[in-house]
């Protein structure tokens, strides 16, 4: 069913009109898509490496991803009820460092410095839907080395808490297709910046996007569950989670049932967007 959005609620922040000094107003919260642009994103939805042609382009979890999200942004009323941004990680220093997708297929190599922090594209704010889609586009849109996982999510927690406005909720939406950063970028360890990001208030939902199993090729699932507990966002929250006497939680069975978003198409990359953003926005009409 098409998600439909109706106007905003809140004047927080200043960039809607209703008085704040009710405090029983819904405030249309802040969701910053985290995107993972790392090299494998070149790759199809089974982990290999497609032809670079129009089908082969088509077939990439780039696009497909870019093509969810941008289906998603396309909601009307979307972005009246979320204060919507795009971060993405690694950051691309410029240069011809970080590769198209042409370039990839093309076997040609990065040369970006690994191990980046991410960048934010489009700081969270209401209205944003447009200039999202516009900084995204498969055959533009920059794929880099390695993969630091946590050196993202720190990225976007500094981005939302230099605009957090009180008393709007803030949440993470991070698309991964896999979880190799502990082969490449173990630290800082996406688990433990998932829990700081928590005990600040800020829930994060784990997309995991391209083949489910424990394969190079595939996004972890046990560790994928892990971040949905650390997140604070995983299905069963209550009975699947356990807290840690250091603070923060983990799974309880990683090797269970399905915690995160498993996407492992583009139909599913959607549906997993739209229940997360049904889920926090403010107003929507489903």
Same mark, same amino acid.
């Given at each position: 069913m098409m998600l439909a959005c109706g106007p905003t609620k809140s004047s927080t922040g200043g960039d809607?009109?209703?008085? !704040?000094? !009710?405090?029983?107003?819904?405030?249309? *919260?802040?969701? @910053?898509?985290l995107l993972d642009r790392t090299g494998t994103m070149h790759? !199809? /939805?089974?982990?290999?490496?497609? *032809?670079?042609?129009?089908?082969?382009?088509a077939a990439a979890k780039l696009t497909i991803a870019i093509n969810a999200l941008d289906g998603l942004l396309a909601?009307?009323? @979307?972005?009246?009820? /979320?204060?919507?941004? +795009?971060?993405?990680?690694?950051?691309d220093p410029g240069g011809g460092a970080c590769l198209t997708l042409t370039q990839r +297929?093309?076997? /040609?190599?990065?040369?970006?410095?690994?191990?980046?922090?991410?960048?934010v594209i489009v700081p969270p704010a209401l209205g944003t839907a447009a200039a999202i889609s516009s900084?995204?586009? *498969?055959?533009?849109?920059?794929?880099?080395?390695?993969t630091p996982t946590g050196s993202g999510l720190e990225t976007a927690h500094a981005a939302l808490t230099t605009g957090?406005?009180?008393?709007?909720?803030?949440?993470?939406? @991070?698309?991964?297709?896999?979880?190799?950063?502990?082969?490449?970028?173990?630290t800082p360890d996406p688990l433990q910046v998932l829990r700081d990001l928590d005990a600040a208030g800020i829930k994060t939902f784990i997309v995991g996007f391209g083949a489910q199993d424990t394969t190079p090729q595939g996004v972890n699932p046990p560790l994928l569950n892990r971040m949905a507990c650390a997140g604070h966002t995983a299905t069963d929250f209550a009975t699947a989670c356990i807290a840690l006497p250091s603070g923060g939680f983990d799974a309880v069975d990683p090797n269970?049932?399905? @915690?995160?978003? !498993?996407?492992?198409?583009?139909?599913? +990359?959607?549906?997993?967007?739209?229940?997360?953003?049904?889920?926090v926005c403010c107003g929507c009409i489903f």
């Open positions: 809607a009109s209703v008085d !704040d000094s !009710d405090a029983s107003v819904c405030r249309a *919260p802040q969701m @910053l898509f790759r !199809d /939805l089974a982990g290999a490496t497609p *032809p670079d042609t129009a089908v082969g382009h909601t009307q009323g @979307l972005d009246a009820t /979320l204060r919507l941004g +795009l971060s993405m990680f690694p950051r +297929l093309q076997n /040609l190599d990065f040369t970006n410095p690994g191990c980046e922090a991410g960048e900084a995204l586009d *498969p055959e533009a849109t920059t794929l880099c080395f390695s957090a406005i009180a008393g709007v909720d803030q949440y993470i939406t @991070l698309v991964t297709d896999g979880a190799d950063f502990y082969d490449s970028c173990p269970g049932a399905r @915690l995160y978003y !498993d996407a492992s198409d583009g139909p599913g +990359l959607s549906a997993a967007l739209r229940e997360v953003a049904g889920e």
